[in-house]
């Protein structure tokens, strides 16, 4: 029985996976990297932002020292925080609302798992924060997915056990990090039949089995 739902943040709630995406697209250009695409990027979900900067600079012939890449990484936070500003509700998902004020309403508690350190701040400007018991997020970890860290602080935050979770994830290093921690999962998002979750559906405002889910 399912008594908690753990949600990850970008490309799940919030459509904010692109805004990460427009951001390393940015900086790749700025160091002369024209290779970098969509493909690159989707391996860069879930994954921590020093991690998805060597997926940058695999594409890139030059060597960044250490200290480079802290320099480089902290560029790609900027550009990344410059475009947050504007975000609102606006940037909330199709479905996304209802299935909180759903879970609300069957007293199943809400978790985040996000490996973002830029989490809090996405949740106050979308308003999503007021639906959220507990969040787990890059400040709280020292190990990004797919490591199951970030879910079984989400859990333990939240009082319950692994196996009273249900995570809903965008990206392969999330499956796998449910899957690691011993939790049920849910794939939604543009690759969610790939992802190898016990359940998928394409989106969260497609009709969903919560019976099958929760049960
Ligand atoms: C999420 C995103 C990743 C991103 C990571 C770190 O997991 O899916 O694409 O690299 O968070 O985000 P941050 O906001 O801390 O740079
Ligand atoms: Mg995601």
């Given at each position: 029985m399912i008594?908690?739902?753990?949600?990850?943040?970008?490309?799940?709630l919030v459509s904010t996976d692109e805004l990460h995406y427009a951001a390393w697209s940015q900086l790749a250009k700025m160091i002369g990297i024209?290779?970098?695409?969509?493909?690159?990027?989707q391996?860069?979900?879930?994954?921590?932002?020093?991690?998805?900067?060597e997926i940058v600079l695999e594409k890139g012939e030059k060597c960044y020292s250490d200290a480079e890449k802290v320099l480089l990484a902290n560029m790609k936070n900027d550009i990344y925080v410059n475009l947050l500003t504007d975000l609102d509700q606006e940037a909330v998902l199709p479905g996304a609302v209802e299935i909180l004020m759903?879970?609300?309403?069957l007293e199943i508690k809400i978790g985040i798992g996000s490996v973002s350190k830029n989490t809090p701040i996405i949740l106050e400007k979308t308003g999503l924060i007021t639906y959220i018991d507990e969040v787990s997020c890059g400040l709280d970890i020292t190990n990004s997915k797919p490591d199951p860290e970030v879910f079984l602080v989400a859990?333990?935050?939240?009082g319950l056990q692994p196996k009273e979770c249900l995570?809903?994830?965008?990206?392969?290093?999330?499956i796998i990090a449910a899957r690691a921690a011993e939790m049920r999962s849910l794939a939604v998002g543009p690759e969610h039949k790939k992802l190898d979750a016990d359940y998928c559906s394409e989106s969260l405002s497609n009709e969903l089995d919560w019976n099958l889910l929760l049960g």
């Open positions: 008594k908690g739902v753990i949600f990850d943040l970008d490309g799940v024209t290779e970098f695409n969509r493909e690159d990027n391996r860069q979900k879930g994954v921590s932002r020093m991690e998805s900067l759903r879970l609300k309403k859990a333990n935050k939240l995570v809903i994830e965008d990206s392969k290093a999330g």
